[in-house]
C-alpha cells in the first residue's frame, strides 16, 4: 500500500533555502519514502514564505506528472481591490476545470473569519475543493478555543477545512495559550482542545500530519499511548502529509511516516486506521480515483 500526500510544495520557498526545486527532486523523494501522489500546493500569499510559487507552475508540473501529482490552486484573498467575489470566484473556476482538487495552502495575514475569506470558502464550498489552511501566530488569525474557525465551520457546511500549523495543533490541549501558537508545545495534552471538540463535533474539519507541527502534538506529553489513541479515534478525519519545503527535509526518513508504521507494526494502530490515514481519506475527500491520478486538464 503506498502513501498518498495531500500536502506537499515545490520550487524554491524561502531565501537561504534552496527548496525541492524540480520536479524530479520531489519525485525522487516521494520515491525514496513510498509516496505514490502528493498534491502540490502553491504559494500565493505573502505572508506564506519568501517566493511565490503559482497555481499555474503547478498545473504546468502536474500536467507533466499527471500520475503522481495532484493540483491545488491558491489565489491571494485579497487579490483585486473592493469586492473581489466575482474575481476569486472566476479564477476558482478556472482552476477547478483545470483538474484542482483542492485550496491551499490558506496562509494569509488574515483573520480566518475575514470577509475575504469567507468568500473563499464559499466558493470552495461550492467547487468541492477542500481548503487546507495553516494556523500559527500570524497566519488564520483566532481566538483562544478558535471560536472564528468554529462559525466558519458551521456557517460553511459544504466545505472542507483541513487544519494544519503550530496554532492548529497547540490547541490539542485544554491549556493551550499564546506564547504556543507559533512553536512546539511540550507536555502532557489536557482535556479540552478545542480541535478535539471541533473535530469531533464538525462534520467538515479534517486535519493534515503534515510538518512538525502534527507529529509535536501526538508526542510532545509523556503517554506513549496517545498518538495511537488519537489516531484511532479521529481515524476518519485525518490525512498523510509531508509538508516537504526543501532538500535536507527530502533526504531524511519522514518521522510522522515512521511513527504511523511503527504504531501499527506494534499493534497500537489497527490496518483499518492506517490505511484511511495513509491513503483512503485522501481519494475520498479529495475526490481522487483509486488508479490515477486526477482529472486531466
Ligand atoms: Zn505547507
Not at 504504531?263 to 486506521?273: D, I, N, P, V, W
Request: charged share 25%; hydrophobic share 35%; glycine share 8%.
Amino acid at each position: 500500500m503506498r502513501y498518498i500526500d495531500t500536502h506537499c510544495h515545490i520550487g524554491r520557498l524561502y531565501v537561504g533555502n534552496d527548496g525541492l526545486l524540480t520536479e524530479e527532486a520531489v519525485l525522487s523523494a516521494m520515491d525514496r519514502a513510498g509516496i505514490e501522489r502528493a498534491a502540490l500546493l502553491p504559494i500565493e500569499s505573502p505572508e506564506e514564505a519568501h517566493f511565490y510559487v503559482t497555481t499555474e507552475e503547478v498545473l504546468g508540473v502536474c500536467r507533466r506528472h499527471p500520475d503522481r501529482f495532484i493540483p491545488f490552486c491558491n489565489v491571494d484573498p485579497r487579490i483585486a481591490s473592493g469586492d473581489n467575489s466575482a474575481i476569486l470566484r472566476e479564477r476558482l473556476r478556472q482552476y477547478r476545470e483545470q483538474g484542482c482538487r483542492g485550496y491551499g495552502e490558506a496562509m494569509s495575514g488574515l483573520a480566518v473569519d475575514d470577509i475575504r475569506l469567507q468568500r473563499v470558502y464559499a466558493i470552495c464550498g461550492e467547487f468541492g475543493m477542500p481548503v487546507v489552511y495553516h494556523m500559527d501566530a500570524e497566519r488564520n488569525l483566532d481566538a483562544p478555543g478558535f471560536p472564528g474557525l468554529e462559525r466558519m465551520l458551521r456557517q460553511f457546511p459544504s466545505t472542507v477545512f483541513v487544519g494544519h500549523g503550530q496554532r492548529f495543533w497547540a490547541e490539542i490541549s485544554g491549556d493551550a495559550d499564546s506564547s504556543q501558537y507559533g512553536g512546539y508545545p511540550s507536555g502532557p495534552v489536557t482535556p479540552g482542545g478545542a480541535i478535539v471538540r471541533l473535530l469531533e463535533t464538525c462534520s467538515n474539519l479534517y486535519a493534515d500530519l503534515s510538518a512538525r507541527s502534527a507529529l509535536n502534538a501526538l508526542t510532545r506529553g509523556p503517554d506513549p499511548a496517545f498518538a495511537s489513541r488519537f489516531l484511532e479515534r479521529f481515524q476518519q478525519k485525518l490525512f498523510f502529509g509531508s509538508d516537504l519545503c526543501s532538500a535536507s527535509q527530502a533526504a531524511q526518513p519522514l518521522p510522522i511516516m515512521e511513527l504511523l508504521q511503527r504504531e501499527r507494526a506494534a499493534g497500537r494502530l489497527s490496518e483499518t486506521a492506517f490505511r484511511r490515514i495513509a491513503r483512503e481519506n485522501a481519494l475520498r475527500v479529495f475526490a481522487l480515483s483509486e488508479t490515477h491520478c486526477c482529472p486531466r486538464p
